[in-house]
């Protein structure tokens, strides 16, 4: 089955230990991006990847780090975490053939992240 | 550069009524236009899109969305509310990056189903 998968499913921390959320997908994507939802202010992108070893920064990428090592994965990484960074975290991938595939983007179930 | 607004971020409908969803959107280029829906604790799920051609773009679960360009608006609509139908629902534009494009979203209207 086609997926993205997120882990943890739920998190709660603390100030400045370091975590990392997992992604991967099974779907050999070339495009994954990093999401945070917040109420009212509906997805920010964090970081997104065009390729491996290829990254570039969202709208809102203070505090984050990614990496893309190999295809089918993409973590979020928070050095120091901070109150501010609790929230909801979304992965996405997409890719394929043609230009209309490349612009569907498929959803991980979300990381609900809350730092105390 | 693209956006998106969403008009109202809650709605509320009674059963059988008919569902409208606002979306307008900014871009410099012929748009991919998408609207998400994502059900209680779970992620976003496509419902549908358009790309070129037909304007009016049918999706799952009897939802439909027509491009208008003059208007730039791709509102969202469904004949007949029922309470499966409650989630909050994603207005989306893709900023085609070459060919590869960053989706930017919407705020997002919470759609209310009454008995």
């Known amino acids: 089955e086609a997926q993205v998968t997120q882990n943890p499913r739920y998190l709660i921390t603390v100030t400045g230990k370091k975590l990392t959320v997992t992604c991967s997908q099974n779907?050999?994507?070339?495009?994954m991006s990093w999401y945070r939802q917040d109420p009212g202010l509906g997805l920010r992108q964090i970081y997104y990847?065009?390729?491996?070893?290829?990254?570039d920064k969202g709208d809102v990428p203070e505090g984050y780090k990614v990496s893309r090592k190999e295809k089918r994965n993409f973590p979020l990484i928070l050095e120091s975490p901070s109150p501010n960074q609790t929230s909801l975290y979304f992965c996405?991938?997409?890719?394929?053939?043609?230009?209309?595939?490349?612009?569907?983007?498929?959803f991980g179930a979300g990381t609900r992240l809350s730092v105390l | 550069a693209q956006s998106v607004t969403q008009l109202g971020s809650h709605v509320s409908v009674s059963e059988g009524a008919l569902v409208l969803l606002r979306c307008n959107y900014s871009?410099?280029?012929?748009?991919?236009l998408f609207w998400y829906v994502q059900y209680p604790n779970q992620g976003l799920q496509l419902l549908l899109k358009?790309?070129?051609?037909?304007?009016l773009v049918k999706g799952i679960n009897g939802f439909e969305a027509e491009f208008k360009k003059s208007e730039t608006s791709f509102h969202l609509t469904k004949p007949s509310a029922h309470m499966s139908d409650a989630a909050e629902y994603f207005c989306?534009?893709?900023?085609?990056?070459?060919?590869?494009?960053?989706?930017?979203f919407g705020k997002g209207t919470k759609l209310s189903v009454k008995p």
């Open positions: 996405a991938s997409s890719g394929g053939r043609g230009l209309i595939a490349k612009n569907i983007q498929y």
């Open positions: 779907m050999n994507h070339e495009y």
């Open positions: 990847s065009m390729n491996v070893e290829v990254t």
């Open positions: 871009s410099s280029v012929p748009p991919y």
């Open positions: 358009y790309t070129t051609g037909a304007t």
């Open positions: 989306a534009v893709s900023d085609l990056l070459g060919s590869q494009g960053n989706l930017i």
